[in-house]
């Protein structure tokens, strides 16, 4: 723990002198919440299921994005991004493990993309409940708790493990981060689906979104440790 500490604070630290991933990290939730906001506050007078169904889909698929796309930057820049600065080799020079290294780097990912989409999550209900004289429609019913709070984590490890996987591979951080961009898929398609067949969300179809997640992140996790190796890394760049 002692060690994971250290990589987790080291990636908080250069995080933060990053302005693309602060950017992201601030505008990203505003706007996120903004149109979530939006949706609801156009469904709550709205007569036609079926529109009304489409909009509210829509919102909370903005809260699932959310702990998808926020790790990518983070983690694209982890490996890839201290390789090219020349800061990574030093840091696998040291004790720490592979497992121990990954574990910091996942978590400085995953710690702060739950946070800012439970804060986002918060701060549209703080918004949206006065501005349309109450909780909205569909809103903190069990389906959306448990996306929210469930889904959300599982979301993030899935996205944290493709792009590090991608990244302990890739040569260049931007192509990283493009190619990782295809783990936010699991949060839009059951979405689309579900507002393509013009039904809500239901609590069974975030249970077994949660299940696959489960077993997908597991897999994605076990080969990201797996070529997340400090002999193969330096190798390969070098």
């Known amino acids: 723990m002692p060690r994971i500490k250290v990589v987790l604070m080291k990636e908080w630290r250069e995080s933060l002198r990053n ?47 959310l702990p998808a796309i926020i790790p990518l930057a983070i983690a694209a820049y982890s490996i890839i991004g201290e390789k090219e600065q020349g800061s990574l080799e030093p840091l696998l020079a040291t004790p720490i493990s592979d497992l121990e290294l990954f574990l910091g780097k996942a978590l400085a990912s995953v710690i702060p993309a739950l946070v800012l989409t439970w804060l986002s999550f918060g701060l549209f209900l703080g ?27 599982l979301l993030s490890l899935f996205s944290v493990g493709v792009t590090l996987l991608v990244s302990s591979r890739a040569t260049d951080a931007r192509a990283a981060y493009q190619i990782s961009s295809f783990a936010i898929i699991p949060a839009i398609v059951p979405l689309i689906i579900y507002t393509s067949k013009k039904t809500l969300v239901s609590l069974w179809l975030i249970g077994l979104e949660g299940l696959v997640l489960f077993i997908a992140s597991v897999i994605v996790l076990y080969f990201a440790i797996r070529v997340f190796r400090r002999e193969q890394i330096l190798t390969r760049w070098k």
């Open 19 to 65: 302005k693309m991933i602060l950017f992201g990290a601030i505008f990203l939730p505003l706007f996120m919440v903004g149109a979530a906001t939006v949706m609801v506050y156009q469904g709550r007078g709205i007569d036609v299921p079926g529109v009304q169904i489409a909009l509210f889909n829509t919102a909370l698929m903005y809260f699932l994005i």
């Open 127 to 153: 918004i949206s409940i006065p501005l349309v004289g109450g909780v909205p429609p569909h809103v903190l019913t069990p389906p959306w708790i448990a996306a929210i709070f469930g889904l959300s984590p």
